[in-house]
């Protein structure tokens, strides 16, 4: 059983930054995907930004490409969506995301909600222009 906790969310004025936390515990695998997705009120949930631990590979959403980085902590349990030049359209809940025992996927499949397995409750960023 795996545990997701974000944290970091808030109020930003547009061309800002935030850095969105995800705290994972519980029995975390070394070949993982972890994730980070949004959702606006009235929009369908969106990957914005995932990481592969046995491809060491990281997928971003076209919509947030070059304003985003995700990384992971040392110990790799926690995971880390960095977001500069914040936008009003990056107002959303966003949601981390955890894949035991990853297997090789394409872009389109780790920025895919039906990947992953364990989702943490969501923390709200607003951006204000």
């Known amino acids: 059983q795996v545990s997701l906790v974000e944290s970091g969310g808030g109020s930003g004025q547009a061309g800002g930054s935030l850095i969105l936390s995800c705290a994972a515990s519980?029995?975390?695998?070394?070949?993982?995907?972890m994730g980070w997705f949004r959702q606006a009120p009235g929009k369908a949930r969106e990957g914005v930004a995932a990481?592969?631990?046995?491809?060491?590979?990281?997928y971003y959403a076209d919509s947030v490409k070059g304003r985003v980085t995700i990384s992971q902590g040392n110990n790799k349990n926690t995971l880390y969506l960095h977001i500069n030049n914040l936008k009003p359209e990056d107002t959303a809940k966003y949601y981390c995301?955890?894949?035991?025992?990853?297997?090789?996927?394409?872009?389109?499949?780790?920025?895919?909600?039906?990947?992953?397995?364990?989702w943490g409750q969501g923390t709200q960023v607003t951006v204000s222009s």
């Open positions: 990481s592969h631990t046995g491809m060491n590979r990281e």
């Open positions: 995301a955890y894949e035991p025992r990853c297997p090789p996927v394409t872009p389109a499949q780790a920025l895919g909600g039906p990947l992953y397995k364990y």
């Open positions: 519980g029995d975390i695998d070394a070949i993982h995907c």
